[in-house]
């Protein structure tokens, strides 16, 4: 079955990556899911006239790749989420080679939180910046609920 | 053709909002353009399982409705995404309908840029809620460029 880090696994300054490249298939699909018909991404006659000269992807999408990130490697399924901020620092374009990478910052024992530094880089330059804050499943949380279980039983 | 608010059109307290089912089909598509194959969105045997009990959306499935509402909406096209932060309340789930409100709650003449209070809502409860700053195209930094050209030809 699949299944992520508990809390107790997780270190400072651990790290995971994913790069993808954005095509024009990834952007109008990510329009039709949100209905995001911006003529910035689907209207190359458009984009050409506006201030960055051609289609860019949705923000949301870099995001995405965070969640990603996340869901699936570190901390991986399980993962609940809380919170993110993202700063928008340079447009993605079709056919850019996006990676996402998450870094843990923090660690909060007695609530099993963690807070994660979550960037997304075209050629090395960042994109998209900000921090991410989830709920992880930890084994001393599990191990008092059945403990608590058995005793009422 | 697609144009959006000039920042001198808009006013403290304008709302726009869009809402959509989130269908399964989304989930899917989601998934494939993210790579996000989290367990949690695409395993119904694991998410019964899991913490929520059955499959949910991706969080940034969600997001996405605000961009498009900013986007295509208010202030609508040549919006300029600069931040954005976003706190999960609730899972969304497959069948959910959804609706996304955006709400100016600041405007900063100087910059031209406008912040809004977003918020996704599932039957009237708050699932996403979270803040936007963006930069809108104004009347006037456009007028001026214009002066400036015409001055040194």
Chains 1, 2 share one sequence.
Do not use: W
Not at 80 to 98: A, N
């Amino acid at each position: 079955m699949d299944e992520g880090c508990f809390f107790e696994d997780l270190r400072l300054g651990q790290k995971a990556s994913f790069g993808k490249t954005v095509t024009e298939a990834d952007v109008v699909l990510f329009a039709a899911v949100t209905g995001d018909t911006n003529p910035m991404h689907l209207n190359e006659e458009y984009a050409r006239e506006s201030f960055f000269g051609e289609r860019i992807a949705h923000g949301m999408l870099a995001a995405g790749l965070i969640t990603k990130v996340m869901g699936t490697q570190l901390p991986g399924p399980g993962t609940i989420y809380l919170s993110q901020s993202l700063r928008f620092r340079k447009p993605v374009k079709i056919g850019d080679t996006v990676t996402a990478t998450v870094e843990i910052t923090a660690l909060n024992e007695e609530k099993a939180r963690v807070t994660l530094r979550t960037v997304c880089s075209v050629k090395g330059e960042p994109v998209l910046e900000g921090e991410a804050l989830v709920a992880v499943p930890s084994r001393a949380a599990i191990a008092d609920r059945r403990a608590t279980k058995e005793a009422a039983e």
